[in-house]
């Protein structure tokens, strides 16, 4: 089936789909969905070829999953998870070299890179709040 009609039939109704009061566009909660919207574009289930980013194994990095195209049929072999963790900045050049040049969604190259930018500032520890000072009387 074409992706186009596959979004037809679930635009408004599927399992991932998160409505909520007084926001036009839903969010969406499925896998490989770089922006968590509810769209065409962004949508992890219809597309032959999709990208997501999740959080590294032991809080170290981040996988990037995505599909291949030729094993489209065959749900448990078209999903390829490839860690990386070799530093930030590293890991940002490599995931756009993938992306850029197997001509991988192309489309996807840069919201993937602000997502997994997110994920590497997460993981950064927190600095601990300054405790106030005491007003002197």
Same mark, same amino acid.
């Given at each position: 089936?074409?992706?186009?009609?596959?979004?037809?039939?679930?635009?408004?109704?599927? !399992?991932?789909?998160?409505?909520?009061?007084?926001?036009? /566009?839903?969010? %969406?909660?499925?896998?490989?969905?770089? =922006?968590?919207?509810? %769209?065409?574009?962004?949508?992890?289930?219809?597309?032959? +070829? =999709?990208?997501?980013?999740?959080?590294?194994?032991?809080? +170290? &990095?981040?996988?990037?999953?995505?599909? +291949?195209?030729?094993?489209?049929? /065959?749900?448990?072999?078209?999903?390829? +998870?490839?860690?990386?963790? %070799? &530093?930030?900045?590293?890991?940002?050049? /490599?995931?756009?070299?993938?992306?850029?040049?197997?001509?991988?969604?192309?489309?996807? =190259?840069?919201?993937?890179?602000?997502?997994?930018?997110?994920?590497?500032? %997460?993981?950064?520890?927190?600095? &601990?709040?300054?405790?106030? !000072? /005491?007003?002197?009387?």
């Amino acid at each position: 089936m074409s992706s186009h009609l596959v979004w037809s039939i679930i635009r408004n109704n599927n !399992a991932f789909l998160l409505k909520k009061r007084n926001i036009s /566009k839903p969010f %969406s909660t499925e896998p490989n969905n770089l =922006t968590n919207l509810s %769209s065409y574009r962004y949508n992890g289930l219809v597309h032959k +070829k =999709t990208v997501g980013i999740v959080d590294g194994p032991d809080k +170290k &990095g981040f996988t990037v999953v995505y599909k +291949k195209a030729s094993k489209q049929y /065959k749900p448990k072999q078209n999903t390829v +998870k490839r860690t990386l963790k %070799s &530093g930030p900045r590293r890991s940002l050049y /490599k995931l756009k070299k993938l992306l850029d040049s197997n001509k991988y969604r192309t489309d996807l =190259t840069k919201v993937a890179l602000r997502r997994a930018s997110a994920v590497l500032r %997460s993981q950064k520890p927190g600095r &601990g709040k300054k405790p106030k !000072a /005491k007003k002197a009387e």
